[in-house]
């Protein structure tokens, strides 16, 4: 876990990173232990260092939140502790300072301690640099834990169709793979909304150090069909576990894109990701090209780090989304 940049007020029995977690208290589990958050380690499960990968990566976002929140729930908490005399006050009153702070308290925060714009101006670049580096790690993260559970049930289904194991086992067996991944994705989906709430204070903060900044949203859903026979993918990847598949000609809605695959939806709701270039629509092709680009910016101009953070958030966000929507699929064992 990622050290706050606060000192633990361990004295007085109260810490920063505790206030921080308080203030994001509408996201269940977050004032909460790595026990309570992935659960103890039995020893069964081979996705283990996947899961505690993730979690690790996710501290980030959970200890620190926004170096403003941190801040004005710091003010908050001396305020808290002056008036009442006891440090559970503090708690109280940070919890108020965070909350009083909202999506401009980074801003705040970032002028109470520089006056000069152009120091204002390169913090928060290094700030949205580290950001965006962190979410990279924490995608990857997320994307191995999510190939690791699919190659569970994947194998699950294999030995019961050779024989080796009996329906009751296999259905036992992948009973426990689904309850695991649904702890993970409840895991990723904290995650991502951590992100996104650091993700509006960040969006503040570049708005005033670089007036005009226009934020660049997700692909436009748009009809399209397919050229050939594809593989839907759980995650942009040809080596990714597969959802299913889609015939030539079949029709499906472009919702987003990352690293060149178009995240897609079929007319039954399955939802996934095909090589951009399995599309037959031109225009749908060049929207995933360019939103899996504006990703890809690393420039010290906050204006492209704020829009790349953006499109780093909306790629966590849609490959969530995509595991939740194929655990319905994933985790069953196959009747034929």
Same mark, same amino acid.
């Given at each position: 876990?990622?050290? /706050?940049?606060?000192?633990?007020?361990?004295?007085?029995?109260?810490?920063?990173?505790?206030?921080?977690?308080?203030?994001?208290?509408?996201?269940?589990?977050?004032? !909460?232990?790595?026990?309570?958050?992935?659960?103890?380690?039995? +020893?069964?499960?081979?996705?283990?260092?996947?899961?505690?990968?993730?979690? /690790?990566?996710?501290? *980030?976002?959970?200890?620190?939140?926004?170096?403003?929140?941190?801040?004005?729930?710091?003010?908050?908490?001396?305020?808290?502790?002056?008036?009442? =005399?006891?440090?559970?006050?503090? %708690? @109280?009153?940070?919890?108020?300072?965070?909350?009083?702070?909202?999506?401009?308290?980074?801003? &705040?925060?970032?002028?109470?301690?520089?006056?000069?714009?152009?120091?204002?101006?390169?913090?928060? &670049? !290094?700030?949205?640099?580290?950001?965006?580096?962190?979410?990279?790690?924490?995608?990857?993260?997320?994307?191995?834990?999510?190939?690791?559970?699919?190659?569970? =049930?994947?194998?699950?289904?294999?030995?019961?169709?050779?024989?080796? $194991?009996?329906?009751?086992?296999?259905?036992?067996?992948?009973?426990?793979?689904?309850?695991?991944?649904?702890?993970?994705?409840?895991?990723?989906?904290?995650?991502?909304?951590?992100?996104?709430?650091?993700?509006?204070? *960040?969006?503040?903060?570049? =708005?005033?150090?670089? #007036? +005009?900044?226009?934020?660049?949203?997700?692909?436009?859903?748009?009809?399209?069909?397919?050229?050939? %026979?594809?593989?839907?993918?759980?995650? #942009?990847?040809?080596?990714? #576990?597969? $959802?299913?598949?889609?015939?030539?000609?079949?029709?499906?809605?472009?919702?987003?894109?990352?690293? +060149?695959?178009?995240?897609?939806?079929?007319?039954?709701?399955?939802? =996934?990701?095909? #090589?951009?270039?399995?599309?037959?629509?031109?225009?749908?092709?060049?929207?995933?090209?360019?939103? /899996?680009?504006?990703?890809?910016?690393? /420039?010290?101009?906050?204006?492209?780090?704020?829009?790349?953070?953006?499109?780093?958030?909306?790629?966590?966000?849609?490959?969530?989304?995509?595991?939740?929507?194929?655990?319905?699929?994933? @985790?069953?064992?196959?009747?034929?």
């Amino acid at each position: 876990m990622r050290k /706050s940049a606060f000192a633990v007020w361990g004295r007085r029995g109260v810490s920063v990173v505790a206030i921080a977690g308080l203030l994001t208290g509408c996201a269940p589990g977050q004032f !909460s232990t790595q026990s309570q958050r992935i659960g103890s380690d039995d +020893g069964t499960d081979a996705c283990r260092p996947n899961v505690v990968a993730l979690d /690790s990566t996710g501290n *980030f976002f959970g200890a620190q939140i926004a170096t403003g929140v941190a801040i004005g729930a710091l003010g908050g908490a001396a305020i808290g502790g002056l008036a009442t =005399g006891n440090w559970r006050g503090a %708690a @109280f009153g940070a919890l108020a300072g965070g909350i009083a702070g909202g999506a401009t308290a980074y801003w &705040s925060a970032l002028q109470q301690q520089n006056a000069d714009q152009a120091v204002l101006y390169q913090r928060v &670049s !290094s700030d949205l640099e580290r950001e965006n580096a962190q979410i990279d790690k924490t995608q990857v993260a997320f994307d191995q834990l999510t190939d690791c559970r699919f190659r569970q =049930g994947q194998a699950i289904r294999a030995d019961y169709r050779s024989g080796r $194991i009996t329906r009751d086992h296999a259905e036992a067996a992948m009973a426990v793979v689904r309850q695991r991944a649904q702890r993970d994705l409840q895991l990723a989906q904290l995650i991502s909304k951590q992100i996104q709430d650091r993700g509006q204070q *960040f969006e503040v903060a570049a =708005g005033n150090v670089a #007036p +005009g900044m226009a934020r660049t949203g997700p692909v436009q859903a748009q009809a399209a069909e397919m050229r050939a %026979a594809t593989t839907l993918k759980v995650r #942009p990847d040809p080596s990714a #576990p597969d $959802i299913a598949e889609l015939r030539p000609r079949e029709r499906v809605q472009v919702a987003g894109a990352r690293n +060149g695959y178009a995240l897609v939806e079929t007319n039954s709701g399955t939802r =996934g990701y095909v #090589p951009a270039n399995d599309l037959n629509s031109p225009g749908a092709r060049r929207s995933v090209t360019i939103a /899996s680009n504006a990703a890809t910016v690393r /420039s010290g101009d906050v204006r492209t780090l704020a829009g790349s953070n953006a499109a780093r958030r909306d790629d966590f966000a849609q490959s969530v989304a995509v595991a939740e929507s194929a655990q319905t699929s994933g @985790f069953q064992l196959a009747t034929g």
